[in-house]
């Protein structure tokens, strides 16, 4: 049966312009949907880079300005991969033009841009999702099939680390092309909306919502030049983040993410201890899953290591033979896959902005509490 088109409108050609883009084109090859996506038009205001860019991935078209390209009527879905200051006019606009929208996390700068491109995709009616990509990554979506099943039994403790090492060269610029997760103005924060939010997401979909946090907040080197002016100027992005906190489900959690352990590129770990088993994943081993069960008979009791790559395993039947691995840019392909599974069924696949919206509210607690150095709430829904 010949496939319904979804004609992609990209915005920004970064790294994540690729992860999406390379998602796009390879997801009807591994599942059987109703809908293919079509790289219609790349948009960036560089045109001539716009245009390499669509020439190495087959867009069909460029644009050079996001307005011109959600006017167009050949557009059903605008992904957003450009700065995080820009998420929220281009999501309104995206919106009231009637487009579905695929944004980048975390979904604003802070809480209240992030409810009002919440209003404006509710009230147009238009599917939306926030790309939380390690929600897809097979080991984790396992992990959080084995909590659903109650396997864990009653949880107690949720730990989760994201550690990097790339900002720790002083002469590392702020601000620019490359370098915008280093600018507040652009970026809204430093790793706790870049990684933290990361480990929030997959945590409140694992482990259920978070209470309040007792966050600290350190920026280890206070100025930098600014890429575009040149000028030196105080950075004010959190170059590390650390938070404790209670979840909703009586749980305690505790999470770090900083950009200056040396040796680390991408470490992103979490463990989660229950009553009766304990789970632990490792983005650097991304395929396995750390298993230890109380109930099994004593002197075989052990940590078992699952490689989560069978054919009974989510996502991997739609993959190679069993056995055989995957890697970080599947996460992106299956994000797809259940974005589309989610038009057809009717039920949108998550995380919203709505529910990207709550990993929005611990961030900004999380700052919050590193500024004053106190206990915060987390917004609720209903407050
Ligand atoms: C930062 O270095 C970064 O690229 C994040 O922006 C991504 O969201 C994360 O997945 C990997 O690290």
Redesign the pocket.
């Known amino acids: 049966m010949a496939k319904k088109p979804l004609n992609i409108g990209m915005i920004g050609y970064g790294?994540?312009g690729k992860a999406h883009t390379n998602a796009y084109a390879t997801v009807g090859n591994f599942f059987e949907l109703e809908y293919e996506p079509v790289l219609k038009a790349l948009c960036a205001r560089n045109a001539e880079k716009a245009q390499e860019f669509a020439d190495n991935w087959g867009y069909e078209s460029v644009e050079t300005d996001w307005r011109a390209l959600i006017a167009r009527d050949d557009i059903d879905a605008v992904d957003i991969c450009v700065p995080n200051n820009l998420h929220k006019e281009i999501s309104i606009a995206a919106a009231e033009a009637g487009k579905m929208i695929l944004c980048e996390?975390p979904i604003a700068m802070d809480v209240a841009e992030g409810e009002a491109m919440c209003e404006a995709v509710e009230k147009a009616g238009v599917n939306n999702m926030v790309w939380y990509?390690?929600r897809r990554v097979p080991a984790v979506t396992f992990a959080k099939n084995i909590i659903d099943s109650g396997n864990l039994g009653r949880i107690f403790h949720y730990r989760a680390n994201?550690l990097?090492d790339?900002t720790i060269s002083e002469d590392l610029p702020q601000g620019g092309e490359a370098l915008w997760?280093l600018d507040a103005d652009a970026a809204g924060s430093g790793v706790t909306g870049?990684?933290l939010a990361?480990c929030i997401d997959t945590a409140i979909w694992l482990n259920g919502g978070i209470k309040d946090v007792s966050a600290m907040t350190e920026t280890f080197i206070k100025e930098r030049v600014h890429q575009d002016t040149g000028e030196v100027q105080k950075v004010t992005i959190d170059d590390a983040c650390a938070f404790l906190c209670h979840f909703d489900n009586g749980s305690l959690g505790l999470f770090e993410s900083t950009?200056y352990a040396r040796g680390h590129k991408?470490l992103?770990t979490f463990e989660i201890n229950g009553e009766h088993a304990s789970i632990k994943w490792d983005l650097h081993d991304l395929h396995r899953l750390e298993y230890f069960d109380h109930r099994l008979e004593g002197p075989m009791r052990g940590w078992r290591s699952i490689h989560v790559s069978d054919g009974d395993h989510p996502y991997m039947g739609n993959w190679w033979v069993p056995g055989l691995n995957i890697g970080y840019e599947h996460s992106f392909v299956h994000q797809v896959a259940d974005f589309i599974q989610g038009l057809e069924s009717g039920t949108p696949a998550g995380p919203t902005f709505r529910d990207a919206l709550e990993t929005q509210k611990i961030c900004d607690a999380v700052l919050e509490s590193g500024a004053s150095r106190s206990w915060q709430d987390v917004q609720k829904a209903d407050v």
């Open positions: 790294f994540m996390k990509n390690y994201f990097q790339w997760r870049d990684l990361h950009r991408a992103y």
